[in-house]
């Protein structure tokens, strides 16, 4: 996917979808010379949409770890941010707080619905994570998965509401009560990183049940 972008959207978009990283795997993501990414980065740095900072890992040379700014970040905006914001403080304002989780829970109900639809038929769990991932994906998440045993972990590398998360944390709780709904019974779902709590990104642990 990453191959139809510029070099330097390349380079963000991998620090993106796979957090700080040394300048050789940048390279390899890119399939570039190191030199050649160490300019592109440089060039992304005077941007201010990068930043590296050196780690020392035992003996031999400190290695420069390579991240995205919150400039970096917030090339992935929200989606609608400002209107969102303002739909949920006029609810709020209008009809109050219990008013404003019945309507997210209504939301929340349909989502539900149309999740089970487009899984419908699907009876093991790795395919029912397959297709939310790429339901997740062209909703805007930047979302993948992988397998860690019998366990997966389904991880989003960006929030696109992330304004109206952070405004209203139901949003998160959705999010988690509907994985939870859509992945079947006897299926576990536990979130391990969130970014509302500071992480890169949010990650779900799945496990399938007895």
């Known amino acids: 996917m990453i191959n139809n972008f510029a070099d330097n959207e390349r380079a963000v978009w991998i620090l993106k979808t796979m957090g700080p990283q040394p300048l050789n795997i940048i390279a390899a993501e890119m399939k570039i010379t190191t030199e050649g990414a160490r300019f592109q980065l440089l060039k992304l740095a005077n941007e201010g949409l990068v930043q590296a900072t ?115 944390t139901r949003f998160c709780q959705s999010e988690l009560d509907t994985f939870i709904a859509v992945l079947g019974k006897n299926v576990s779902v536990t979130r391990t990183e969130h970014i509302m709590a500071g992480a890169r990104r949010c990650a779900y642990k799945i496990s399938q049940g007895e």
């Not at 780690?55 to 917030?74: H, Y």
Request: charged content about 30%; some cysteine; overall charge neutral.
């Open 54 to 168: 050196t780690e020392s890992k035992g003996r031999g040379r400190p290695q420069q770890i390579w991240a995205l700014t919150d400039a970096g970040n917030a090339r992935f905006p929200d989606k609608h941010e400002e209107l969102t914001l303002k739909l949920l403080h006029s609810m709020r304002e209008a009809l109050g707080a219990d008013a404003v989780k019945c309507i997210l829970d209504a939301n929340e109900k349909s989502g539900i619905n149309k999740y089970k639809e487009d899984l419908k038929g699907l009876t093991d769990l790795e395919s029912r994570i397959k297709v939310l991932t790429d339901i997740r994906n062209k909703e805007g998440y930047m979302a993948e998965y992988i397998k860690e045993g019998n366990d997966f972990l389904l991880i989003e590398n960006h929030c696109p509401i992330h304004a109206a998360a952070k405004c209203c």
